[in-house]
């Protein structure tokens, strides 16, 4: 009888050591935050082309990243082929939206087409989304 008991014995601690086990499971697998996550958006058009990241910050500012690429830069207000500026549109909600990063070539003495941007602002309503749009400057 004594053979029996042993190792039933062992089994009832074996049972609750891992039932202890699962009661102390690190706090970083519990359930993902509530945070808000990062948006990003990818496009080409036949005017532009690029790509942004905004990513919500702690302190209620929103850092963007990304570039967007200038694909008929022209020479400025209406010059061929549009003369216009390739950009991002920030979608904030039912708050509209703000004008984002901007490559405007026939403004600059460089004449580059592309720009790489990272900078944080402070957004009127959390971020939704972006698009990549042609603006008259």
């Known amino acids: 009888m004594r053979r029996f008991v ?3 014995a062992l089994t009832g601690v074996t049972a609750a050591a891992g039932a202890l086990t699962l009661l ?7 359930a993902p935050s509530d945070a808000p ?3 990003t958006v990818a496009g080409t058009k036949s005017f532009g082309r690029g790509e942004i990241s905004m990513c919500p910050q702690g302190d209620g500012t929103t850092r963007v990243t990304g570039w967007v690429e200038d694909l008929l830069p022209g020479k400025g207000w209406g010059g061929t082929p549009d003369g216009r500026c390739a950009g991002w549109w920030i979608e904030m909600g039912a708050k509209g939206g703000k004008v984002g990063p901007l490559v405007c070539p026939h403004f600059t003495s460089s004449h580059e087409a592309t720009y790489k941007f990272d900078y944080t602002f402070k957004p009127e309503a959390p971020v939704t989304g972006a698009k990549l749009n042609a603006f008259t400057a």
Do not use: F, I, T
């Not at 102390?24 to 519990?30: D, H, L, T, W």
């Open 37 to 39: 996550a990062c948006v």
């Open 6 to 8: 042993r190792p039933l």
């Open 24 to 30: 102390a499971a690190p706090a970083s697998q519990a």
